[in-house]
T-cell receptor, first 113, second 111 residues
Framework: DAGITQSPRYKITETGRQVTLMCHQT?????MFWYRQDLGHGLRLIYY???????DKGEVPDGYVVSRSKTENFPLTLESATRSQTSVYFC????????????FGPGTRLLVL | RKEVEQDPGPFNVPEGATVAFNCTYS??????FFWYRQDCRKEPKLLMSVYSSGNEDGRFTAQLNRASQYISLLIRDSKLSDSATYLCVATPGGGADGLTFGKGTHLIIQP
């Protein structure tokens, strides 16, 4: 059971480059989420998706784009990376239902130079 | 104002002791509450859900006080392996909402 995976696990890029972080889950969960985690801020929601082709903004969406053409994939794109987007990015997924657990992927550590 | 607030610690506690954390949430519409555990440089993992009536899972007890809008976690007979960051979570519920995390409380269990 592969669960939820993220790629790449580590990425170094330069300011202004486009970067796409991949997230894939094998559970057919309806909901998927992207968070970023920074010292002093904790985990913050970037975007989420309730189903294929349905996405919505979270707390910190600026500078990011998402898509969800298939239930199992939820890529996050930084269209023009900035140093402030240096962070650890976690993808998560869950079934329908407010008490359902969110399962997190292992994270992608992104450094923007 | 941050919606979920926690004391960041660190809490340095001797092995075998009992330790308690609280967190407060500001959104009165919050419906679902959780404690997550995060080990250094790893992903958060669900420790336990928090129910209005309180709930227990082995050495861990979670309580919810809706009137005062706080959530607590009690760890009894602490183990070295309990050293981690504990994240308090509140969400309005409704299914698709992302989780609102506190910044976490860092716990260090000392031998």
């Amino acid at each position: 059971d592969a669960g939820i995976t993220q790629s790449p696990r580590y990425k170094i890029t330069e300011t202004g480059r486009q970067v796409t972080l991949m997230c894939h889950q094998t559970w057919s969960h309806s909901y998927m989420f992207w968070y970023r985690q920074d010292l002093g801020h904790g985990l913050r929601l970037i975007y989420y998706s309730a189903a294929a082709d349905i996405t919505d903004k979270g707390e910190v969406p600026d500078g990011y784009v998402v898509s969800r053409s298939k239930t199992e994939n939820f890529p996050l794109t930084l269209e023009s990376a900035t140093r402030s987007q240096t962070s650890v990015y976690f993808c998560a997924s869950k079934r329908r239902g407010s008490q359902e657990t969110q399962y997190f992927g292992p994270g992608t550590r992104l450094l923007v130079l | 104002r941050k919606e979920v607030e926690q004391d960041p610690g660190p809490f340095n506690v001797p092995e075998g002791a009992t330790v308690a954390f609280n967190c407060t949430y500001s959104n009165s519409a919050s419906q679902s509450f959780f404690w997550y555990r995060q080990d250094c440089r790893k992903e958060p993992k669900l420790l336990m859900s928090v129910y209005s009536s309180g709930n227990e899972d082995g050495r861990f007890t979670a309580q919810l006080n809706r009137a005062s809008q706080y959530i607590s976690l009690l760890i009894r007979d602490s183990k070295l392996s309990d050293s981690a960051t504990y994240l308090c979570v509140a969400t309005p519920g409704g299914g698709a909402d992302g989780l609102t995390f506190g910044k976490g409380t860092h716990l260090i269990i000392q031998p």
